[in-house]
Nanobody, 115 residues
Framework: QVQLVESGGGFVQPGGLLRLSCAAS?????????VNWYRQAPGKQREWVAA???????KYADSVKGRFTISRDNAKKIVFLQMNSPKAEDTAVYYC????????WGQGTQVTVSS
């Protein structure tokens, strides 16, 4: 059973920096997983943000491309989402996700971008 725990959320000013973490446990196969970040803003559907297929293969939603960077530390079983120059519209609860013989989600971490 894969457990995912997000952390690092909070308040950030537009144009600032914030780094989210997703720590995995309960698995020895972490290096095999594609890990995704999703987000859900109030009143909106959950949307995909970014994915990391390996240490070098990454994909991004157009809305965050060039501003967010996803990376992973397989030894520590952690995936990061570096948020650079966040905008007010990035305000949401951010979730990490693994799809491997089932869907696994963390509990989410709130990010609020506001001046």
């Amino acid at each position: 059973q894969v457990q995912l725990v997000e952390s690092g959320g909070g308040f950030v000013q537009p144009g600032g920096l914030l780094r989210l973490s997703c720590a995995a446990s309960g698995t020895s196969l972490f290096i095999s997983y594609t890990v995704n970040w999703y987000r859900q803003a109030p009143g909106k559907q959950r949307e995909w943000v970014a994915a990391i297929l390996s240490t070098t293969i990454t994909k991004y939603a157009d809305s965050v491309k060039g501003r967010f960077t996803i990376s992973r530390d397989n030894a520590k079983k952690i995936v990061f989402l570096q948020m650079n120059s966040p905008k007010a519209e990035d305000t949401a609860v951010y979730y990490c996700n693994v799809a491997y013989h089932g869907q696994y989600w963390g509990q989410g971490t709130q990010v609020t971008v506001s001046s």
